[in-house]
């Protein structure tokens, strides 16, 4: 999903152990990366965190 500029990605852990991370990324290249235990938590943590900022227009996801 995409804010105002800013990219919202869920990314699957690279092997087993590691968490999933929710990750938020900015125009200017800043990162914010959080670890969740599944997707799902993930994926809310960025839904909550867009409709947190003043403009929030979700966009499909290319899977």
């Not at 919202?8 to 590691?18: A, D, E, I």
Request: charged letters at 20%.
């Amino acid at each position: 999903m995409k804010m105002s500029g800013i990219t919202f990605v869920v990314y699957n852990p690279p092997q087993l152990g590691l968490p999933y991370l929710a990750v938020m990324i900015s125009p200017n290249d800043k990162i914010v990366a959080v670890p969740f235990e599944t997707p799902a938590e993930a994926e809310n943590y960025n839904i909550e965190s867009a409709a947190k900022t003043k403009r929030y227009a979700p966009v499909r996801s290319r899977e």
